[in-house]
């Protein structure tokens, strides 16, 4: 029963997502691309003080990626930089209430390994080992 909460809740996040759009100005962007299945994701960040104030995204995918950007960016918002750049695969699983299994992980963390690397362009330094597995 739970599971189909969460599920309903992943896929009315599909159809209204929230933080969908594009910041003019942003403090920095990302693209990224999963090559397997042909979702593509832009997130825009607007950091000051150390802190997410404002984060946007705009794209095209399936139920899962659309999904889980709308869900993790409405978590992540407001929070600081340096605790977004410690969330991984399991923290976007348990905010998105769903294991999408092996075959569509790489949809659900699409969004945060396009913020994690627009992070680390953000620190001037490479992305760590945990984002490119994401």
Do not use: W
Not at 106 to 116: D, G, Y
Request: net charge negative; aromatic share 4%.
């Amino acid at each position: 029963m739970a599971l189909d909460i969460y599920a309903e809740t992943l896929l009315e996040n599909y159809e209204k997502p929230q933080n969908r759009g594009k910041i003019d100005n942003p403090t920095v962007s990302m693209h990224e691309e999963n090559t397997s299945c042909g979702d593509e994701m832009t997130v825009y960040l607007k950091i000051s003080g150390g802190k997410l104030d404002d984060i946007k995204f705009e794209g095209s995918g399936c139920a899962i990626s659309i999904g889980s950007a709308s869900i993790v960016s409405s978590h992540i918002k407001g929070m600081k930089i340096s605790d977004i750049e410690k969330i991984g695969k399991e923290e976007v699983i348990h905010m998105i209430g769903v294991d999408p299994g092996p075959g569509r992980l790489h949809c659900a963390t699409l969004f945060m390994r396009a913020v994690r690397e627009a992070l680390s362009k953000y620190s001037n330094k490479p992305p760590d080992k945990a984002t490119k597995e994401m």
